[in-house]
């Protein structure tokens, strides 16, 4: 898929009808350097270089501009021996789009009877015109032109138009990535006016495609997933760290990682001091500091407690929750000495310490005899806790207050009460090195 803004023409120097053309350069560094065709319009001349130098099958070749335009530049893909043919047509577009009133501009109906006629030597072509301070309709027609269900490379021509809709059409396109299955973006520009520039001595402008796009936006979504989920395997993987996919499994599954983690680290110390470029000292550096927090909570409760709430504050309520009720089991089984954690019994081995302890201040009111809950509150919270786990987890009805369930704010209080349960039972455990 080819999409290209059409801006307006600069006018021929000599005052004749039409625009000034130009031939553009393309792998100017390689044996393979291909000059186009003459235009007045670059998404022409990138066009013919997919097709006749990259062996491209177009789809479809979508083009947006506004009433004011150069379209009747599109004459250029008729054959020269039978443009004769719609010159009168050609005539009235290049009129209009050159009007001086709004009266007399170019319409949609106008437009529509130019493309009809040019898609008959160019099937696949499709005309878009949009107001100028319309900024919404660039994703509407991205969406209109894209079906789903199939899979796209598009190839961008940013070169005309004002110098806001390119902008503006890229973004469109970036978030287009999420409704349609777009596999690669490639952006071109014609520099016009630069041919002086990289080309001293050679009269064309050249052609340039701006390779960084791709990774740019492979960099904007990774980052976001892992703001988000904490899944860092596709990020390290943008700096050329990778097969880091099993360790970031055996943290989801809460597995003892402390030297994989170490590996993490050192190669990504190791990037931060070759990085060529900033942006990838920089990525380095936050994740650095990530796992070296990681890597600071030593034992599973806390790492439980660190990733409840990570996932508390991007509203994952449910992992948050299933995780912090995990974390105050294992810490129960850590105070009072049972091991082999892994296992179930061990588990329940725990439950039963915390049953004891609520007995020790529901029933017999000596909660001095406790090692982490010592008050009737902290009961209360601990059993909210419990029975709302069990109703998310299952699916059922809580044996407690069913706001708990409904209410986000109700749920973010108790979630923000236990945090602070576990935060006291952690701080009772450290004061008595038990």
Known sequence: ???????????????????EKTRY????KDKDKYITRETAFFGLALLEYLKEVEQLSIHKFIIVGTDKSAWSELLMVIPPEQQDSISDLYLKVYEKENAKTEKEALTDEILKEWEAALKKFLPFLSLHMVKPLDFKVYLDIILEELETGKKYSIVFDCTHGFRYIPIVFSYALMFSKYLRNIDKIRIFYGAFEMKDYFLPGVNYPLAI????????????????????????TPLLDCIGIDNTEETYFKIEMNRPLKKEVEDIMHRLEDTKQKAENYYEKEISDYLLKEFEEMQKQDRLYLRMFKRAQFFFERNQYFKALILLYEAIIVLFADVYGIKNLMKYESREKSRNMIKNEIKQISEYKSPEKNKLIKSDDE??????????????????EARTDQNLLHSPQAFKELFESACELFSKMLKRKEDKAI
């Not at 080819?2 to 039409?18: N, T, V």
């Not at 791709?214 to 988000?228: D, G, P, Q, R």
């Open 1 to 19: 898929m080819l999409f290209s803004i059409i801006g307006k023409g600069r006018e021929r120097r000599d005052g004749a009808r039409g625009y």
């Open 25 to 28: 350069v393309f792998n100017t």
């Open 209 to 232: 495609e701006v390779g960084f796009v791709n990774e740019a936006v492979k960099l904007i979504e990774t980052m976001s997933i892992f703001e988000n989920s904490g899944y860092f």
């Open 379 to 396: 009961v209360d919270i601990y059993r909210k806790l419990e029975y709302i786990r069990n109703a998310a987890a299952h699916g059922s």
